[in-house]
């Protein structure tokens, strides 16, 4: 038995050195055959059975060994797919803070929340077995945690296409506040163009479903963005502009920082006609010349193919720049803005703007507790939300109200149009007074507000859609500024009410609010609306007007022109103030023929008191006579001519007036 023996001990230390069972069995045989003497036949059997279940033994224990060895290798070798498809979903997601309170993943909020999800989740598994309609391929391959179900549920809602499907899950998105950071993340790199656009006009929505801009690119060696800004100008077409928008280009190429500040008081004074150019500007040059350029800009932008120049150039990057180098300038902001806004009219460029970042800065500036940016992010988001927009906003058509997405049914429009000196938003704050400056600190809109429309008469008439318009403030601002610029009444109208139209100003019923010569402009946009067939539905909806301290029948502003260049400035505009305008008194003739025959409501409000142009001239712009229409009421209101239209706050007469005019006038179309 000693070769058995010694077969036994070989195995042994073969076993636990790993050999194969194939060379230990050739072994054993290999000496059994050689070292077996001669024996009787009972013990060879009984031999060969001990063989036979030492061996069978061995094999077992080898198998079961190399089987564990085999299983314990795959296990080292084997990936868990589930987990590196969830670490996959987060591997792009950057986290901007953690949270370093351990409650806020493990405690009962959390807990309760997981518990909700999956009850949830389960709720939608069983729905869709029974309606046949099985998740998404994400949700077949991938086991996802039960709270992460509802962010990728939610995206494949939002690229549905049902468009009602889409609009309930952006709904949704916005109104959630318990994501953690990645998951916010999760839809901001995996939403399309069409949600984060939703996202954007969404009141609710969380700024962490925009991700930052990318990274700009450098500017060139020895450049400045005032020199991007002019070979950016340079870069455009001199076409399809007029001979003002020509004459500033071509300055703003050929003029120095130095010469341009140089001129401050100047140049830009055209006989004594007009307010320097430059005086808004800051002191810096550079300042004074991307202002400059960015005048130019505005007016570029409002030709599609020069917006294709724009894009094309890395104007966007640009402007991108320039808005985030200057976050205390808001001229150069709003200007930047309003480009930005007039290249979204231009459907084909809307994914470009996206991917430049431009949607997440909008968002941002739409929360903005200044009236003005968010209104001017507002414009531009509108443009680019073709979901559930089908206006258009042109430069100096601004929406107050409504300015997100709304389940509120818009029933009417309301339509402020400013007057001279004026603009879409601060002819229509509330009156200065001192008591109200202290409180204006305070930025609570309930006490102060920088346009009561927006906040005043929205609460109070939430089914209204506030429009304010701003025309042509950018270049000639009603001033001279530009010695080829002489734009009449006549020709202002037009333009204007070819952007209203845009709008679908017309498309329900109107009211129509106006001060000083703003309602000139009422009235000759009417008249030459009743002219235009397509035009038509904007008489047919219109169903009443207020004028603020309008000079139906002149003023002797123009007499006064000459000196009080800080209140108005000589035009053609003004000269058809006079008293003895021809234009001005066919115009009040038509109009007041032609209101009677439609029957529109009117409400009248004249100044009593005179208005003081610094210290030295006191004028009674409008007098009473001259604010009587006709027909209507006419109220006198102890003020003067540019507070005719600014409450002192929203329990005034002045305020107050107007909304009974507008609910009256409006009831039976708010009550349908």
């Known amino acids: ?38 024996l009787k036949s009972i013990t060879y059997w009984r031999d060969i059975r001990n063989i036979i279940k030492f061996t069978g033994s061995l094999i077992l224990g080898g198998s079961l060994f190399l089987t564990y060895e085999i299983l314990a290798l795959k296990k080292s070798l084997t990936l868990d797919t589930q987990v590196v498809e969830r670490e996959k979903m987060k591997s792009y997601i950057y986290l901007q803070t953690v949270s370093l309170d351990k409650r806020e993943n493990y405690g009962i909020t959390y807990q309760a929340r997981k518990e909700l999800h999956k009850a949830v ?29 509802a962010v990728w549920l939610l995206l494949r809602k939002s690229q549905s296409g049902d468009r009602a499907a889409r609009l309930q899950a952006v709904q949704e998105m916005s109104e959630t506040h318990h994501w953690q950071d990645y998951q916010y993340r999760i839809i901001a790199q995996a939403c399309d163009l069409r949600t984060l656009i939703g996202l954007a006009r969404s009141k609710e929505s969380d700024l962490r479903f925009f991700l930052p801009p990318p990274p700009l690119p450098s500017l060139k060696e020895d450049s400045s963005i005032e020199e991007e800004l002019r070979q950016l100008l340079a870069s455009l077409p001199q076409t399809e502009l007029d001979e003002c928008i020509q004459y500033f280009t071509s300055l703003a190429l050929s003029e120095s920082s130095q010469s341009l500040a140089a001129q401050k008081g100047g140049l830009w004074c055209f006989g004594g006609n007009g307010l320097p150019y430059a005086e808004s500007f800051g002191e810096v040059p550079s300042a004074t010349v ?51 806004g007039n290249m979204a ?54 929406v107050l109200h409504p300015q997100y997405r709304t389940s509120q049914p818009i029933k009417a429009d309301v339509l402020f149009i400013h007057g001279l000196m004026g603009a879409a ?28 429309p927006k906040t005043w008469l929205a609460r109070d008439c939430p089914a209204l859609r506030i429009i304010s318009v701003e025309y042509d403030t950018s270049l000639s601002d009603w001033r001279t500024r530009c010695p080829m610029e002489r734009k009449s009444i006549a020709f202002r109208s037009n333009e204007l ?40 539905a904007v008489i047919n909806n219109t169903r009443g007007i207020i004028f603020y301290s309008v000079p139906h029948h ?35 003739d038509d109009f007041l023929e032609f209101a009677k025959d439609k029957n529109f409501q009117v409400l009248n409000f004249v100044e009593t008191l005179p208005t003081y142009i610094g210290s030295m001239i006191k004028l009674h712009v409008v007098p009473v006579e001259s604010a009587d229409l006709g027909i209507g009421d006419l109220i006198p209101v102890d003020v003067d ?22 609910c009256e006038t409006l009831a039976k179309d708010l009550e349908n």
Request: a positive charge; proline letters at 3%.
């Open 497 to 536: 009410l070819r952007k209203l139209r845009a709008a679908g100003v017309g498309d329900r019923p109107v009211i129509w609010v106006s001060h000083s010569m703003g309602g000139l402009l009422v009235k000759k946009m009417l008249l030459e609306a009743s002219k235009k067939p397509e035009m038509s």
């Open 425 to 452: 938003f601060k002819t229509w704050r509330q009156q200065d007074t001192e008591q109200v400056l202290t409180e204006k600190i305070l930025e609570d809109e309930g006490r102060y507000t920088t346009c009561w």
């Open 345 to 398: 009219l231009n459907e084909h460029l809307h994914s470009t703007i996206v991917r430049s970042g431009w949607v997440s800065i909008l968002a941002e500036a739409m929360k903005s507790q200044r009236i003005m940016e968010a209104s001017h992010a507002a414009r531009t988001l509108a443009n680019l939300d073709r979901e559930t927009m089908q206006e258009k906003y042109q430069d100096g058509v601004y």
């Open 641 to 662: 001519h540019l507070n005719i239209c600014k409450p002192k706050k929203k329990d005034a007469f002045l305020y107050q007036r107007t909304l009974q005019f507008i």
């Open 121 to 149: 989740r389960n709720l939608l598994a069983t729905s869709a077995k029974i309606l046949r309609g099985p998740f998404a391929d994400t949700f077949s391959t991938v086991d996802v945690e039960d709270h992460e179900c």
């Open 290 to 340: 991307e202002m400059f350029c960015l005048e130019a800009l505005v007016k570029h932008s409002e030709i599609s193919t020069h917006c294709d120049k724009i894009e094309a150039n890395g104007g966007l990057q640009l402007l991108q720049r320039l808005y985030q180098l200057h976050k205390d300038c808001p001229k150069v902001q709003r200007n930047i803005m309003r480009i930005i």
């Open 554 to 588: 002149g003023s002797h502003l123009a007499e006064y022109s000459v000196n009080i260049r800080y209140l108005l400035f000589p035009s053609l505009e003004v000269k058809e103030l006079s008293k003895d305008s021809p234009a001005l008194k066919t115009l009040q």
């Open 1 to 38: 038995m000693s070769f058995i023996l010694s077969a036994f001990h070989f195995c042994r230390a073969f076993s636990h050195q790993r050999m194969s069972l194939a060379a230990y069995c050739v072994i054993c045989c290999r000496r059994i055959g050689t070292s077996i003497p001669p």
